[in-house]
């Protein structure tokens, strides 16, 4: 709509108007074009920091505590761009002996005064809008990298294709992140599932595992997204209200992962596999569950 046109509907100024579209926009709840606003979000529109640091943040803090249990100490792990990845380099600088390697000046700066933390960053250009170095020189700078872990977020996640973002550069460069480890955590929250964005960076069998919020009750988008990844073998922990606390879903037995040091795909599971929960780091081989209620919401599907 245009401005002119909002004035009208509202019925105040148009120098009113402008002022709350700007507001609103830092919301995240509209994106401004000139002289109107139209809805957000779409195939190949991102939006910037500043937006995106004021959207789910709880939800974005309960994930990062979840996912810092993951890394141990003296791991090697690639760290990718994102509000996300931020909060979890946050975490990380407690964790001594651990070297990330990111293309993130956000992530670079959490763990700058972390004396127990060797921080490697990529070359390449900078990329103002989400503080990333993206690029060939951003790509050819993790040629012949190994690493244990990525930790990678993006703008949507579905079954069908995975993770994916609204911009090119971007894409290239998470692919390249992926391609160095041997594992990939996706960190989303539940507002990115069953969204689908214009450019794949980690296809559905390349993703170890998935760290996300608990979805409200009436998201069935997010629970039915959750089920699909989770018939896909994807592994899947939810981070509970507080963020201490999680409902961990492994794949069945029949999808078994690969121990060695190099990604590759991964055999998916049936359709309709069984969905449990398992505590996070414990006995799977001796399939040990911790019962809880929260995952109700989840299997109802």
């Keep these: 709509m245009s401005l002119r046109e909002l004035a009208r509907v509202v019925q105040t100024s148009e120098v009113t108007v402008r002022r709350d579209v700007r507001a609103l926009e830092a919301e995240g709840l509209l994106d401004r074009r000139h002289g109107g606003a139209v809805l957000p979000g779409g195939f190949t529109r991102e939006s910037g920091f500043p937006q995106k640091s004021h959207l789910a943040t709880a939800e974005k803090t309960a994930i990062a505590d979840l996912a810092a249990g993951l890394v141990e100490e003296g791991e090697a792990i690639v760290v990718g761009a994102g509000t996300t990845t931020q909060e979890l380099a946050r975490r990380l600088a407690r964790v001594p002996g651990l070297t990330v390697v990111t293309n993130s000046l956000l992530v670079a700066q959490a763990l700058a005064h972390a004396n127990r933390v060797e921080v490697v960053m990529t070359g390449g250009t900078l990329r103002g809008s989400n503080y990333a170095l993206v690029g060939s020189g951003a790509e050819q700078s993790l040629h012949g990298l190994r690493v244990s872990k990525a930790f990678l977020s993006g703008n949507g996640l579905t079954a069908e294709r995975g993770l994916s973002t ?136």
């Design 166 to 301: 609204s911009n090119m550069l971007s894409a290239s460069v998470d692919r390249a992140l992926v391609q160095a480890a041997a594992e990939v955590v996706v960190l989303a929250d539940h507002t990115k599932l069953g969204t689908d964005t214009m450019f794949q960076t980690v296809p559905t069998e390349l993703i170890t595992r998935l760290v996300t919020d608990e979805p409200p009750a009436h998201d069935d988008r997010a629970a039915t997204e959750l089920q699909a990844l989770a018939d896909q073998g994807v592994q899947i922990s939810v981070a509970g209200g507080t963020g201490t606390s999680a409902v961990d879903h492994p794949p069945a037995r029949g999808d078994r992962r690969r121990d060695v040091p190099l990604p590759g795909p991964r055999r998916t599971q049936p359709p309709g596999a069984n969905f449990r929960p398992a505590p996070l780091g414990g006995d799977q081989a001796t399939g040990t569950e911790r019962p809880t209620a929260r995952v109700a919401d989840l299997r109802r599907r």
